[in-house]
């Protein structure tokens, strides 16, 4: 087992945050290594010896995002987790919830949406990865599942969390989980394949 440095998680854990409170004042293609380390309280000397700039860094801040959803979509093996409406919606609704102000600026700003995208497409083929090992379908069915899934999940998130929506959480949640079942349904029958 690889034994995780406490002083390199500190490090990205106060870089990281840093990055959050600058993303809700300043573009990104304002934000300098100067300000970042200066806003987490550390030495420009650490952050280069772990990053080569901010893209390098905010790669970091995607993965993170997108192994952290993915690991929430997945807390319950997939065939159980697609046959039980919201599951995937809760999960994702209530991360998001965590940080809202940055993950709205994340994903309705046009200065950060770059971001966003990159999670979707991480998150898109891990997704795709495990639909194709869990059902009986193509690799190339799986990756649009995968892809329809995603997409649709995001930019109803986008719009709901710009304000564009007037929906209550279950109102949204229902509208979401609705959409998402009749697209998966032409690809997938998840009751007959929960049942393997």
């Known amino acids: 087992m690889k034994k995780v440095d406490l002083r390199v998680q500190k490090t990205n854990l106060a870089l990281q945050q840093a990055f959050r409170q600058l993303a809700s004042t300043t573009s990104y293609r304002n934000i300098t290594v100067k300000e970042l380390t200066e806003t987490a309280h550390i030495n420009r000397k650490t952050f280069y010896l772990h990053y080569d700039s901010i893209e390098d860094f905010s790669d970091t801040v995607v993965d993170e995002i997108a192994d952290k959803l993915l690991q929430l979509m997945m807390e319950k093996p997939l ?17 998001f919830q965590e940080s809202r102000e940055f993950y709205t600026i994340m994903m309705t700003s046009d200065d950060y949406s770059f ?81 393997k």
Request: with cysteine.
């Open 79 to 95: 065939r159980q987790g697609l046959a039980e409406p919201g599951f995937i919606f809760d999960k994702v609704l209530d991360f």
């Open 115 to 195: 971001l966003a995208r990159k999670v979707e497409t991480k998150l898109a083929k891990g997704l795709s990865e495990a639909i194709y090992k869990d059902f009986d379908i193509s690799k190339l069915d799986s990756f649009v599942c995968a892809n329809f899934l995603i997409r649709n999940t995001m930019m109803l998130f986008r719009i709901y969390n710009g304000d564009r929506m007037n929906l209550e959480r279950n109102e949204f949640r229902d509208r979401l989980i609705r959409l998402d079942s009749s697209g998966l349904s032409s690809f997938i029958d998840v009751e007959r394949n929960i049942r």
